[in-house]
């Protein structure tokens, strides 16, 4: 089992940027990527980002790439999303999530572990 915790989430003005890190706790072993979501009310969730745990190659949504950027620290089992340039259409509830998959790692059914999601707000 893996748990996941995101923080960092709040209230941003446009244009702002925020920096969202996820604990991981468990088996990290197991752990081959992990990947950013969000939800926004209404609609499904979008996949945003993924990145190797031990290689570190990285993947990005056309909707986010060049404004958000995904790191990990693997001393603290930590990933972290940048968000910069905020706009308020990335309003949503944003999740971390693990894989043990090697393939098809935009798509959600390929994370097995979720945390509980951090609200973000984009408004003036």
């Known amino acids: 089992q893996v748990q996941l915790v995101e923080s960092g989430g709040g209230l941003v003005q446009p244009g702002g940027s925020l920096r969202l890190p996820c604990a991981a706790s468990?088996?990290?072993?197991?752990?081959?990527?992990m990947g950013w979501y969000r939800q926004a009310p209404g609609k499904e969730r979008e996949f945003l980002t993924f990145i190797i745990w031990r290689g570190g190659t990285t993947y990005y949504a056309d909707s986010v790439k060049g404004r958000f950027t995904i790191s990990r620290d693997n001393a603290k089992n930590t990933v972290y999303l940048q968000m910069n340039s905020l706009k308020p259409e990335d309003t949503a509830v944003y999740y971390c999530?693990?894989?043990?998959?090697?393939?098809?790692?935009?798509?959600?059914?390929?994370?097995?572990?979720w945390g509980q999601g951090t609200q973000v707000t984009v408004s003036s």
């Open positions: 999530a693990a894989s043990n998959g090697r393939i098809s790692l935009t798509r959600s059914s390929v994370y097995a572990y």
């Open positions: 468990g088996s990290i072993f197991s752990i081959n990527a």
